[in-house]
């Protein structure tokens, strides 16, 4: 307070000597008028360099176009789908243009494919020893045969699993010995999607294709991958389909796959079916009808004594023109499968016998399958996207600006 008693009317400044007490200096009133004008310049500069910086940051958020609206063709991916750099995640880890030179134990794929039961690939950490939280943005993909340039899951890790394809997705849920893919055991896991919160997926460019919708190779934009606790499900949505951001949700990342993804999987069974569409992630947890169901034994289908190349569930009328491998088939191997469809009342079995990779049906019942689950707790919404914000459209207009206004940025 000064001498005469007044309070300050106007900004105080605070003077401080490690040899004398605090002390305040004379108001900047209008007395010393010269002097508050230039304290009154030096804070409005001070204010112009802050709103700078958050205006830079909102261009380079800006600037980030989100992997949901990136677009590639099967035949010409980029080596990376990610080329950002200087931002707070990182660089993409890996790469998106995979073949044989790039396959292996340490390969470093991030192009991943969702085609039928025996030819899928799941997002896992490259190396061990973190968790699904720790590395959901450095996930690279497993797939169950060689041929995609990617690592492969290998024999025996998987226990169970269920394909479905449905009017507007195609999925599958299962079981894992999540140890063998670098999960570490007892890991709750978590989900990798398109989005994240900064709009440049989990993985960064992390991209996944599927020929189940047209027999050939076409990008599934949205999809969801959830893995821990030695169980996964992976979506991909139809991309033509007017609801596929809706039924391959990103936002309930917590509540895991029987939330997102209701089905039918069973642990020691390997089925492939056609379905209904599931309710919306968030309206409903309910599994949808199946029928057209098909058992495998996981010998037939995955690893190096696969015999069968496992066909799309209601497919027939696909023409497959485009695919990355193809089952390893001999003329002189026959192998039979059961294809079962149930309801409450009737159960039809019907034989399905493959030779030399080729399958013929024959059914004398149609029924559906259908069952209800269950998930505890309110959804929750843990992610949010980034928005495009573009308020700068280049630093040389930050630049004018803070010319106009006497300010010198240091970069």
């Given at each position: ?19 004398t ?61 990610d ?24 390969s ?88 994240g919160?900064?709009?440049r ?16 190779f ?19 949505c ?12 990103h ?26 569409n ?17 058992t ?7 690893g ?10 209601g ?5 497959f ?7 390893k ?56 996207n980034?928005?495009k914000?573009g ?21």
């Amino acid at each position: 307070m000064p001498l005469d008693g007044r309070e300050p009317s106007g900004p105080v400044f605070f003077l401080h000597s490690p040899l004398t007490p605090s002390f305040k200096l004379t108001s900047l009133s209008s007395e010393t008028p010269a002097l508050s004008s230039a304290y009154g310049l030096a804070m409005n500069k001070l204010s112009f360099v802050a709103t700078l910086s958050l205006l830079s940051i909102s261009y380079v958020a800006a600037d980030v176009v989100p992997l949901i609206d990136k677009r590639f063709t099967w035949d010409k991916l980029p080596y990376k789908v990610d080329t950002d750099v200087g931002l707070e995640r990182g660089e993409q880890l890996g790469y998106n243009q995979c073949n044989a030179t790039t396959e292996g134990p340490t390969s470093l794929c991030q192009t991943s494919l969702l085609n039928s039961l025996d030819d899928f690939c799941l997002w896992a950490p490259p190396n061990p020893g973190k968790t699904v939280g720790e590395i959901e943005g450095e996930m690279i993909a497993w797939c169950t045969r060689p041929g995609h340039g990617t690592r492969v899951i290998p024999d025996g890790a998987l226990t169970g699993v269920q394909f479905v394809k449905s009017p507007d997705y195609v999925q599958v849920v299962g079981f894992i010995d999540q140890t063998k893919i670098n999960i570490p055991a007892g890991d709750a896991g978590g989900e990798m999607d398109p989005h994240g919160a900064d709009n440049r997926g989990n993985p960064l460019g992390g991209i996944l294709f599927s020929n189940a919708f047209t027999g050939s190779f076409v990008q599934a934009v949205e999809w969801h991958n959830f893995i821990g606790n030695d169980q996964f499900c992976l979506k991909a949505c139809d991309p033509k389909g007017a609801n596929a951001a809706k039924y391959c949700q990103h936002i309930y990342d917590t509540q895991g796959c029987a939330f997102n993804a209701p089905s039918n999987a069973r642990n020691n069974a390997f089925e492939s079916c056609a379905s209904d569409n599931q309710p919306f992630p968030g309206e409903g947890v309910a599994v949808p009808a199946s029928r057209e169901c098909s058992t495998y034994a996981s010998t037939d289908i995955y690893g190096a004594s696969a015999t069968i190349q496992v066909p799309i569930p209601g497919a027939s009328t696909i023409s497959f023109s485009s695919t990355s491998t193809t089952a390893k088939t001999t003329s002189s191997t026959t192998s039979t499968t059961t294809t079962t469809t149930t309801s409450s009342s009737t159960t039809t079995t019907t034989t399905t016998t493959t030779t030399s990779g080729t399958s013929t049906t024959s059914e004398s019942a149609s029924a559906s399958r259908s069952g209800t689950g269950s998930s505890s707790g309110a959804p929750s919404a843990t992610e949010s996207n980034a928005a495009k914000i573009g308020l700068i459209p280049s630093f040389t207009t930050v630049g004018a600006l803070a010319a106009i206004f006497g300010v010198t940025l240091f970069v």
